[in-house]
């Protein structure tokens, strides 16, 4: 194939060594080889590379950081250009007075959260990839992360997005406002559109002030459905925590194993809790889920300053790379349930791992029933990587007997693909495609992801 360096102007490299850089993501899908990868420095770049697919009938696969879980950035088609925004990566202005800021989709979270804490303000949606996700990629998972149970997820922080449609036009949607009602509100069908619809070029993000103070509680408990019954009764209990997180025995044990950061050994789980608003109010609330917390005889420990707490948030977030010491591979799912039935999934996934003889390690998001299960299974071993796959189907039965959904924040992508129709019935899924037939006719973005589009 003739090598090349340049489309109209825009950098781009069809070299294998480039490529492979591109060819996977976060999750279990097989890598794969794009035609070519573009590097775009703005939105005209990317409405040539647009319109450049267009004409040569090639296919756009916008990709971010490629934290990306569910396979949404992998190329899985050889015609495929992959858009790269390493150098779409400008805050573009933090306006206080607004209380907004402007990036581009390059963006990493976690420097627009340092940037905004030097000025007293606070990003919420923090996924744990924050040091390394990028915006445009939060915008087109719907990323979530600790907070949301209190400050909600990506979406309700979007204020407008600049994109690029699969006809090379260049829209603007929503605006600077808090509040519009005036027509559909489109900008809202591409966050959590996995780049299906469109490119997303700029952003627009309602910030909040930084809450004067916070507290951090560790707790400690013996039994797994204790700390799953507290999660619903704190909540009753008309204290909505800024953060509710779960570990369960495995997760907190591989923790130590691979970075010792001082947790409790021999426990079943532990709840991560955080509170934040005024001092005094919440040194009360904590007093009160301190107590909740002892009645299911759960043991709570408080950080005893900012450190303390960050080097909890540290051993939480260092999760996901620990658990490569237990298995090579892990299939993550990342279900969603109604929270009062989050001790009933617990045992149920309890079961599965002993019935299947496959290690499962669950953490998460308690506080809005986003559970990570890690599905541990070694792909060398074929029989083993089976009979850990084939627990996907069970857990999902088990998430959606419940009302759950397959999927809390990591998106269908290509992993979960052969999954969508267990919760997705046939006449809303004559919608999305009809949707995405009206507005990428030439099935340009990202085809093949989340469903497979049927022939016209
Ligand atoms: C250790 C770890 C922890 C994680 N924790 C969380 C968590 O707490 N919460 C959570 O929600 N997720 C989490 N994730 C998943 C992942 O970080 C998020 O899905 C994140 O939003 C992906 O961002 P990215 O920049 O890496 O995007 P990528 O992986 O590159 O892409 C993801 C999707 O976004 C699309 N896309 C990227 N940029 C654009 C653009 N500019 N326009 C249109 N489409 C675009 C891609 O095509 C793809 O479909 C975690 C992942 C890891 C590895």
């Given at each position: 194939m003739k090598k090349i360096t340049h489309i109209l102007g825009v950098e781009v490299s069809s070299e294998y060594e480039d490529l492979i850089c591109y060819g996977f993501d976060s999750s279990i899908v097989d890598e794969g080889l794009p035609h070519a990868v573009a590097w775009p420095k703005n939105a005209e770049d990317v409405v040539k590379i647009v319109k450049y697919a267009a004409q040569q009938d090639l296919k756009i696969i916008p990709r971010g950081a490629g934290t990306g879980m569910a396979g949404g950035s992998i190329p899985n088609r050889e015609d495929s250009i992959i858009l790269s925004f390493e150098k779409m990566r400008k805050i573009i202005d933090i306006d206080a007075d607004n209380m907004t800021a402007t990036v581009e989709p390059g963006t990493v979270n976690g420097r627009l959260q340092r940037e905004l804490e030097h000025q007293g303000f606070f990003y919420p949606p923090d996924p744990a990839s924050l040091n390394v996700c990028t915006l445009g990629g939060n915008i087109a998972t719907n990323a979530g992360g600790p907070r949301a149970i209190k400050y909600g997820v990506t979406r309700d922080y979007v204020l407008q997005l600049e994109a690029v449609l699969p006809d090379g036009s260049l829209v603007n949607l929503g605006g600077r406002t808090c509040k519009r009602v005036v027509g559909y509100d489109l900008k809202q069908l591409l966050i959590g559109a996995e780049g299906t619809l469109a490119v997303v070029t700029k952003i627009l993000l309602k910030i909040l002030p930084q809450p004067e103070d916070i507290v951090t509680l560790l707790v400690r408990f013996s039994d797994i459905e204790?700390?799953?019954?507290?999660?619903?009764?704190?909540?009753?209990?008309?204290?909505?925590?800024?953060?509710?997180?779960?570990?369960?025995?495995?997760?907190?044990?591989?923790?130590?194993?691979?970075?010792?950061?001082?947790?409790?050994?021999?426990?079943?789980?532990?709840?991560?809790?955080?509170?934040?608003?005024h001092s005094a109010t919440i040194q009360k609330e904590a007093e009160k889920v301190i107590s909740i917390c002892r009645d299911l005889g759960g043991e709570t420990s408080v950080a005893a300053d900012k450190l303390a707490r960050e080097k909890l948030w540290e051993a939480r977030r260092s999760i996901s790379p620990a658990l490569y010491h237990l298995k090579p591979n892990k299939i993550n799912e990342d279900i969603v349930v109604p929270r009062d039935k989050i001790p009933f999934v617990l045992s149920g996934l309890r079961r599965l791992s002993e019935e299947s003889g496959i290690i499962i390690v669950s953490f998460g998001h308690a506080g809005d029933g986003n559970i990570h299960v890690n599905i541990m299974a070694d792909k060398n071993i074929a029989?083993?990587?089976?009979?850990?796959?084939?627990?996907?189907?069970?857990?999902?039965?088990?998430?959606?007997?419940?009302?759950?959904?397959?999927?809390?924040?990591?998106?269908?992508?290509?992993?979960?693909?052969?999954?969508?129709?267990?919760?997705?019935?046939?006449?809303?899924m004559k919608l999305m495609k009809d949707i995405k037939r009206l507005i990428d006719p030439q099935n340009i973005m990202n085809p093949g992801k989340i469903f497979i589009q049927d022939r016209t």
């Open positions: 204790a700390a799953g019954n507290a999660v619903p009764r704190i909540i009753t209990s008309r204290i909505i925590p800024r953060t509710l997180e779960f570990l369960d025995g495995s997760a907190i044990k591989v923790i130590e194993q691979y970075k010792p950061t001082g947790l409790p050994s021999g426990v079943e789980a532990l709840l991560l809790i955080e509170l934040d608003g029989e083993e990587y089976s009979r850990g796959k084939a627990l996907i189907k069970k857990i999902f039965e088990l998430t959606l007997s419940v009302g759950g959904s397959i999927s809390g924040e990591h998106g269908i992508g290509l992993a979960k693909l052969p999954y969508i129709e267990m919760e997705i019935k046939e006449r809303e």
